[in-house]
């Protein structure tokens, strides 16, 4: 019966290290905190203690465990990407005061012309008398009080949708050149 020789894991790891990062490379992983280095290591590891030889060739096992390993772990960070992206994308009116206008390339913030300062006290008190209560709420607390949609909603205990709907409904005014005309806000270029 033969006896199979047993390397320690630091001859392994010394013979085998340039494994882990021809597969990072290979699988284009940006790996600035080499996480996945990491991860290949303990890949080399996990390999190097499950090998069994009748199975066979080291080098091969190494290779497939290691790509692997790098593969899931690539899945993973996707994964926990995607459900980021969709956390913020629905809850993306947490933290939107609506305040946009919707362009042909992207929508851009509605910019603050001059005229529409915090001081012009006269601007504000026409807007008042010119809107409805739940508008007049929705330009004191989004505008005036930099207040989000949630934040709206949760002081007047009403829903965000109910909020947005007041803000359209402002925008729709203050879109209209009459009623523009009318409140004494007069700005160039139609914004």
Not at 11 to 26: L, M
Not at 101 to 121: L, R
Not at 134 to 140: A, E, L, M, Y
Request: net charge neutral; charged share 30%; glycine share 6%.
């Amino acid at each position: 019966m033969k006896k199979v020789q047993k390397f320690t894991f630091e001859e392994i790891f010394s013979q085998n290290e340039k494994r882990i990062h021809y597969y990072i490379n290979r699988l284009h992983i940006q790996d600035n905190n080499e996480d996945f280095y990491e991860e290949g290591l303990f890949a080399l590891w996990n390999a190097y203690e499950t090998y069994v030889p009748d199975k066979g060739p080291m080098a091969t096992y190494f290779n497939y465990t290691i790509k692997n390993r790098l593969i899931d772990r690539i899945r993973k960070e996707n994964s926990a990407m995607e459900k980021l992206e969709h956390f913020k994308l629905k809850n993306k009116y947490l933290y939107d005061d609506g305040n946009y206008v919707c362009g042909q390339a992207s929508n851009t913030s509605i910019p603050c012309k001059e005229g529409t300062s915090m001081d012009n006290t006269h601007l504000w008190e026409q807007l008042e008398t010119h809107l409805s209560v739940k508008q007049w709420k929705w330009i004191k607390y989004a505008i005036i009080e930099e207040l989000s949609m949630m934040e709206i909603a949760i002081h007047e205990k009403v829903s965000v949708e109910a909020v947005k709907s007041w803000g359209k409904e402002v925008r729709k005014k203050l879109r209209d050149s009459t009623f523009r005309e009318k409140i004494g806000w007069h700005v160039d270029g139609g914004g």
